[in-house]
């Protein structure tokens, strides 16, 4: 068990809908990541949150969107959904996620992720 | 982040140990090797990391060649648990960074 949940485990819904997908990170962690996996595309970074504010984006799509709270849990929202959108979305944390330090290390730990299945 | 080439699949034999070997030529100096592993759509999990020298834990051993152009991941005594998709990932500063995943290596522990 990394510490980081994910809810919902499952998510099933329809063509043109709206989701939300949420993660809480490990107690006392800064950062989380967000991660598409699909058949075709293999896990892929979509963007990075640190305590609160964004810091990096990948390949996220513009209808896709996401934000991190006060108390450091973090939403992705998924709109306009298409059924190239089903894939395992997975959320990590890490306790920094600061540029600063070029030498520093900071592990990123995987939730279990959401799979959405877009019909 | 400089680029990692993994063999494609291994098979390993219960209970012996697991070589998984990464090659990294590119790899800069400030750059760490990290290890992940996939069990079936579970979320990645992390293994063990290393800049320069060899690491132990208590799930892994990763040995990094003295010119650090490739290393080997050890699974000491594999169990049928262990089959998964193996990620060996060369980062840079991770703090702040993103993990790009490549092909990984697909490792069958049979009985």
């Known amino acids: 068990d990394s510490g980081v949940t994910q809810t919902p485990k499952h998510l099933i819904t329809a063509t043109g809908q709206r989701v939300t997908l949420r993660c809480s990170p490990r107690s006392g962690d800064l950062s989380v990541y967000w991660y598409q996996q699909s058949l075709d595309q293999g896990l892929q970074f979509l963007i990075q949150y640190y305590n609160g504010e964004e810091r990096a984006k990948g390949n996220i799509l513009e209808r896709f969107s996401a934000q991190q709270f006060p108390d450091l849990h973090s939403e992705l929202n998924l709109s306009s959904l298409e059924l190239g959108d089903s894939a395992l979305y997975f959320c990590a944390s890490s306790s920094r996620g600061e540029r600063g330090d070029p030498l520093s290390t900071d592990t990123q730990y995987f939730g279990p992720g959401t799979r959405l299945t877009v019909l | 982040d400089a680029k990692t080439t993994q063999p494609p699949s291994m098979d390993c034999a219960e209970g012996r140990a697991a070589n998984l070997p990464c090659n990294h030529s590119t790899i800069s100096g400030n750059e760490y090797v990290y290890w992940y592993r996939q069990i079936h759509s579970q979320g990645p999990q992390y293994i063990i990391h290393?800049?320069?020298n060899n690491e132990t834990n208590e799930m892994a051993s990763l040995i990094i060649t003295e010119d650090r152009k490739s290393s080997t991941l050890i699974l000491p005594h594999a169990t049928l648990r262990d089959t998964a998709v193996y990620y060996c990932?060369?980062?840079?500063?991770?703090?702040?960074?993103?993990?790009?995943f490549g092909g990984g290596t697909r490792v069958l522990v049979k009985p």
């Open positions: 990932i060369v980062i840079f500063r991770t703090a702040g960074n993103k993990l790009t």
């Open positions: 290393g800049l320069k």
